[in-house]
């Protein structure tokens, strides 16, 4: 962990920190397929049905998605939706 989540750690928990990078990894993800797809965010948004401000907080982390919203995006960037408990530090793809 870096300096700053070591600190942050320490007022908040271990897994409040855990769970923030977690995101990150997810919106990383998401932002990732989309521009290998070469989708905007509007584009991503109009196929998931959801709003393209919603994108675009996922991901800026802004905010923690649904499970149902991201099965939406799944399915709209053709990926699978796969929960199997790794955590490749590594992979910043979703499915393939």
Same mark, same amino acid.
């Given at each position: 962990m870096t300096d700053f989540f070591n600190r942050y750690a320490q007022i908040r928990g271990k897994q409040q920190?855990? +769970?923030?990078?977690?995101e990150g990894k997810i919106a990383a993800q998401i932002k990732t397929k989309r521009q290998?797809?070469?989708l +905007?965010?509007?584009?991503?948004? =109009?196929?998931a049905g959801v709003p393209k401000s919603t994108i675009g907080? #996922?991901?800026a982390g802004l905010t923690s998605?649904?499970?149902?919203?991201?099965?939406? #995006?799944?399915q709209a960037l053709n990926t699978s939706f #796969?929960? =199997?408990g790794t955590n490749d530090p590594k992979d910043t793809t979703v499915g393939s």
């Open positions: 920190v855990q +769970s923030l990078q977690l290998h797809l070469q +905007s965010q509007q584009q991503l948004a =109009d196929l907080r #996922i991901e998605p649904k499970v149902t919203t991201l099965l939406r #995006i799944s #796969i929960i =199997d």
